[in-house]
Nanobody, 115 residues
Framework: QVQLVESGGGLVQPGGSLRLSCAASGSAFRYNTMDWHRQAPGKQRELVAVITSGGGTNYQDSLRGRFTISRDNAKNTVYLQMNSLKPEDTATYYC?????????WGQGTQVTVSS
């Protein structure tokens, strides 16, 4: 069964860092683009960052320079390193991938940035 499981969220003070992980079951995801999205309360889900199977990356313009997406295909895992976190980064973060035309989403991991 194909599955994505996020981890690494939590409570962090403004200016702090977190690294989110997305573990994919099976090896199919390593051949596909993966991405991170986030959804804050009362807001639409938005794209955060994208990484291709070859390691090419792209980011939401407002997050470029603070967030870094990476992947370890040997571990079937995608990461999101988040630095200089701000209260407005508070959201549930979701991992997403598409395999054989089917969209897969993780359950989400909560990130709260607050003093």
């Amino acid at each position: 069964q194909v599955q994505l499981v996020e981890s690494g969220g939590g409570l962090v003070q403004p200016g702090g860092s977190l690294r989110l992980s997305c573990a994919a079951s099976g090896s199919a995801f390593r051949y596909n683009t993966m991405d991170w999205h986030r959804q804050a309360p009362g807001k639409q889900r938005e794209l955060v960052a994208v990484i291709t199977s070859g390691g090419g990356t792209n980011y939401q313009d407002s997050l470029r320079g603070r967030f870094t997406i990476s992947r370890d295909n040997a571990k079937n895992t995608v990461y999101l390193q988040m630095n200089s976190l701000k209260p407005e980064d508070t959201a549930t973060y979701y991992c997403h991938g598409k395999v054989y035309g089917v969209d897969y989403w993780g359950q989400g991991t909560q990130v709260t940035v607050s003093s």
